[in-house]
């Protein structure tokens, strides 16, 4: 098999196992000038035809993984749900009785 097939089969699994919508963490990413933190959380935009994952992290980014170099996981069910309540309790994500208290 030759290098352009390799790439072809890989970035048709990624796709697969990464379709747009999915919610992934970042372990650890090898981005030696400005990678994204570890922990950070963010939604699967595209996976391109080598394989790279698009991303658009939840503190705004858009660096893409790649997969074999950066190290990443799905989030589970659970946090999935988790997630899903804390957006519900918090409605737009802001929480009013976290934020300053302006007067006049």
């Known amino acids: ?8 089969r890989t970035a048709e699994r ?3 196992e990464y379709p747009p ?21 963010g939604t699967v935009a595209y996976v391109d035809d080598i394989g790279q994952i698009g991303m658009k992290w939840d503190n705004g980014r858009t660096l893409s993984l790649v997969p074999g170099e950066d190290s990443f996981r799905k989030l589970t069910d659970k946090e999935l749900a988790e997630e899903q309540n804390q957006n519900e309790m918090n ?3 802001f929480d009013e ?3 300053p208290v302006l007067s006049m």
């Open 97 to 99: 009785d976290e934020g």
């Open 1 to 8: 098999m030759n290098e352009f097939e390799r790439l072809r």
């Open 14 to 16: 990624m796709k697969q």
């Open 91 to 93: 409605g737009d994500g």
């Open 21 to 41: 919508g999915t919610r992934i963490q970042l372990d650890h990413m090898e981005d030696p000038w400005a990678p994204v933190p570890p922990g950070t959380r």
